[in-house]
Each structure stands twice: as structure tokens, then as C-alpha cells.
């Protein structure tokens, strides 16, 4: 018994060490249309993979694109809010995000699955990379780098009705 205690305690220093128990995808992450890069420094982790699925920092990335966060550190659930469109609640341990919609003609009230479920590392929650595109914006994952930014669609359709 004594023998599989070492192992694990190991394994929780190296954690503690090391800041953040996930492994760090390595990718740089840029937003926006002027993709600038967002910086992952003072993060407990920076972009990581849970499985196949990409991690990222929720209300980093959502402030980097503009939108507006509101964080319950209690209830560990952010809602991120584009301001126009729509807002999303989303909670740490449900893969389920409610969305709740601005527009007065078209209802966009409605509730997503996420692939996997928003994790905490360190007082940060973070959310599939797909989850941005629920925000109307295209999320690729390249070598070293995930840019996401306004879809063409969203933006063709915003330049033809405001110019």
C-alpha cells in the first residue's frame, strides 16, 4: 500500500510545480480581424488539449474579442455577452451552455452541447475552442497557432445592412 502513495504523491507536486496539470498545447492564440495575439502569461495555463479537443481560457478570449464577461467565482459560471446578438451562460462541469437572445424578432433563446465540459484550472474557466463559434466566428487550429475571428458570412451580412 505504502509503494502506490509515492507515485501519487509524486504526481501531485510535479502539479503543483509545474502550475497547471494539464499539458500545454504550445499554440499561440489570435483573435479578432486583426488577429492580434492574446497573451497567455499571466494565465495558469495557456491553451491546452483535453483529449482531441483544444481548451481555451474562456473570458480571455471573449474580452480579447470584444465581448463582455460577468464571472461568478462562487457559482463558477461566466456569462459572456457580445452585446448585440446574444449572451451565453456557461458553468463549469455541465457541457451544456444557455444561450439567452437580444433580438426582439428572431428568438435565439435556446441551450448547446459542448464536446467536452468547461474545466477550472486555477480560478480559470476554460471551454472547447468551439465554443466561438456559437459567437458567429471561425475558429482554425494551425500549426502552432488557433486564430479565431468574424466569420465571412457574419461579416458580409453586417456590411450589408450597416455599410
Not at 501519487?8 to 479578432?32: E, I, N, Q, W
Not at 475552442?129 to 453586417?158: C, H, K, Q, W
Request: charged share 20%; with cysteine; aromatic share 8%.
Amino acid at each position: 500500500m505504502r509503494n502506490r502513495k509515492v507515485p501519487a504523491l509524486l504526481l501531485a507536486v510535479m502539479l503543483l510545480l509545474t502550475g497547471c496539470a494539464p499539458k500545454d498545447a504550445g499554440l499561440a492564440v489570435l483573435t479578432g480581424l486583426d488577429k492580434k495575439e492574446l497573451a497567455q502569461g499571466e494565465l495558469p495555463c495557456r491553451s491546452y488539449y483535453e483529449g482531441e479537443t483544444l481548451m481555451l481560457p474562456l473570458c480571455a478570449v471573449a474580452g480579447a474579442l470584444g465581448y463582455e464577461t460577468e464571472w461568478d467565482a462562487a457559482a463558477k459560471t461566466a456569462v459572456i455577452d457580445d452585446g448585440y446578438i446574444q449572451a451565453a451562460t456557461v458553468t463549469a462541469g455541465s457541457k451544456t451552455v444557455v444561450f439567452a437572445g437580444h433580438l426582439k424578432t428572431v428568438k435565439m433563446d435556446r441551450e448547446a452541447e459542448l464536446p467536452v465540459k468547461p474545466a477550472m484550472q486555477k480560478g480559470v474557466l476554460y471551454v472547447p475552442a468551439a465554443f466561438f463559434t456559437e459567437f458567429l466566428n471561425d475558429v482554425d487550429i494551425g500549426e502552432g497557432v488557433v486564430t479565431i475571428a468574424p466569420s465571412m458570412n457574419y461579416r458580409d451580412y453586417v456590411k450589408a445592412f450597416f455599410g
